[in-house]
């Protein structure tokens, strides 16, 4: 195939989004799985509380990780409207993910009796992978 040169700055840009996404998405899912792990072993805290901790933590550092991170090429008009915009739909994303996550935490380990890191842990991927699409045409258009 016969590319123009727009064309393929434009596909080396997505993927270089998608590199720094997975980048920050692997940190981020790595700190909710660990968080996860301390608060439903060593503390003893129910495995949906657990979760509702750990990705609440997870996404409170991840808006600042993406945003200055995986999104830093989005330019806006004024920089404080604009985050303040972008936190707004990222916490309101974030809303969806948590009850997400939560729902699917339950049917895998209550429904389908997975242990509950692995279950943590499948749960994160499925999550990140629609997140991902979400903040594209969402959060950070």
């Known amino acids: 195939m016969n ?3 727009p064309t393929q700055v434009l596909a080396l840009r997505h993927v270089s989004k998608i590199f720094k996404y997975l980048i920050a ?3 981020m899912t790595a700190l909710v799985i660990g968080l996860f792990w301390l608060f439903s072993g060593p503390l003893h805290i ?3 509380f657990a979760n509702i901790i750990a990705t609440t933590t997870g996404i ?4 600042f990780v993406h945003t200055h991170y995986t999104h830093s090429d989005k330019k806006n008009s004024s920089a404080d409207h604009g985050n303040r915009t972008q936190f707004v739909k990222f916490i ?3 809303c969806v993910n948590i009850g997400l996550s939560a729902l699917l935490m339950f049917v895998l380990v209550s429904g389908f009796t997975l242990p509950e890191v692995p279950s943590q842990a499948l749960t ?9 699409t979400a903040q594209l045409f969402f959060v950070y258009v």
Do not use: D, K
Request: hydrophobic share 50%.
């Open 124 to 132: 994160s991927l499925l999550i990140a992978v629609w997140t991902y």
């Open 25 to 27: 998405g692997t940190c």
């Open 3 to 5: 590319y123009s040169l």
């Open 46 to 48: 129910n495995y949906i």
């Open 60 to 63: 409170v550092i991840g808006f």
């Open 92 to 94: 309101a994303l974030s």
